[in-house]
């Protein structure tokens, strides 16, 4: 079952790590291997999410999803994606910034750490505003709880996520100005953090709209889905619940694309926090949109990762991290083990507490998938 679930995620890890070293040798290979395990991190929970709701799906648009949706998350968001940042970032063609990533490395690079402050604005502030949604939330369940009910009480007050997004990019922007004021160009080069971060927060802002009015959607589909059924069972024409059942799952694939690319963005983002190597980058997130995959199909047919609650806690302070790590590195560098290991260590941490949650609740004879809300 795992062989036949993970086979060409397992293939797809070994061609891309031999290919990390023929590239950029053992160096190149750790990186790959830290990206690649970030990303899996980081994509725990949208595993989860995507296996809720394909599991409503028929077995057409599951296979659907799990082909083209993968194909746009693999060479679209993952491949493309960082293409795009860099290319932008340092206003040059994307065809040219393939180019100069290939044959002129150094180029490439310092045109990359120029642009780097903009890009880690960009990507801090778009990572802050999902960590700051999610830790201001009142959740049933809480995986770190002196410090996760304080803040979902103060989660209640409107806007908070943003005012704090904002406050921590002025503070981030200004401290670069100062210290930067000494060489030329500085107040132009902080502007481009403040104007970088607020296109990071309107980022997210338009993300989250769509995943919302897709939702939306989505349930409107499912009550008049619901309601169609019913009018079927008493006219005994069940044809008509069928059409509606293929309109739930096109706005069910719709709304699984926006959560994906959200969720691809936030590896894109975080990954540009341990390597401006766009080569190493596409390796190290191409590995781990597989397991993303595989992940996705074994939870459908599973069901077990639903288990471990507390994975999307750490997931998500992973998420915190890479957030702040960015925000400093505008101004400081920080090694980029330290940076992959940081998401690795809160992720395994959050698996050993579900492990342990889920040991205490067998041993008082409870189901941990039955167990009630707050325990």
């Not at 980081?42 to 995507?50: E, I, K, M, Q, T």
């Not at 069910?252 to 190597?277: H, K, P």
Request: proline residues 2%; contains cysteine.
């Amino acid at each position: 079952m795992v062989l036949k679930t993970f086979g060409w995620s397992f293939a797809v890890t070994a061609l891309g790590l031999v290919a990390a070293v023929l590239f950029g040798g053992w160096t190149a290979f750790g990186i790959v291997l830290i990206l690649s395990i970030l990303e899996i991190s980081l994509s725990f929970d949208n595993a989860v999410v995507n296996a809720g709701i394909l599991k409503k799906m028929s077995a057409f648009w599951q296979k659907i999803f799990l082909t083209i949706g993968v194909l746009i998350a693999v060479f679209g968001m993952r491949l493309v994606f960082p293409v795009v940042i860099v290319a932008v970032s340092a206003s040059m063609g994307p065809v040219e910034a393939v180019d100069l990533a290939f044959n002129e490395p150094e180029r490439y690079e310092q045109l990359v750490t120029d642009a780097h402050p903009s890009i880690a604005a960009f990507g801090g502030m778009f990572l802050l505003m999902i960590f700051f949604d999610f830790i201001f939330e009142d959740r049933d369940i809480k995986w770190l709880g002196w410090l996760e009910r304080p803040l979902a009480k103060l989660g209640k007050v409107d806007m908070l996520s943003v005012c704090l997004a904002l406050i921590v990019l002025l503070v981030s922007s200004m401290t670069f100005a100062v210290n930067a004021h000494q060489h030329a160009g500085h107040a132009d080069k902080a502007q481009t953090v403040l104007v970088s971060g607020i296109a990071g927060l309107i980022t997210y802002l338009v993300v989250g709209g769509l995943s919302g009015f897709f939702e939306n959607r989505l349930e409107e589909s499912e009550e008049r889905e619901h309601e169609a059924e019913e009018e079927a069972k008493k006219a005994g024409k069940p044809a008509s619940a069928a059409v509606m059942v293929g309109k739930a799952a096109f706005f069910m694939f719709l709304y699984l694309e926006v959560l994906d690319a959200s969720f691809s963005f936030d590896g894109v983002i975080g990954a540009f926090a341990i390597t401006n190597d766009i080569v190493l980058m596409a390796l190290g997130l191409g590995i781990g949109a597989m397991y993303v995959r595989s992940l996705t199909v074994y939870l459908v047919r599973q069901g077990t990762l639903d288990d471990y609650v507390y994975l999307e806690h750490g997931a998500h302070y992973a998420i915190g991290a890479l957030a702040v790590i960015l925000l400093v590195t505008i101004q400081y560098q920080i090694n980029e083990i330290i940076t992959g290991l940081v998401g690795v260590i809160l992720i395994a941490w959050s698996f050993w507490s579900s492990v342990r949650r889920n040991r205490a609740l067998a041993a008082q004879g409870i189901d941990p998938q039955d167990a009630p809300p707050g325990v």
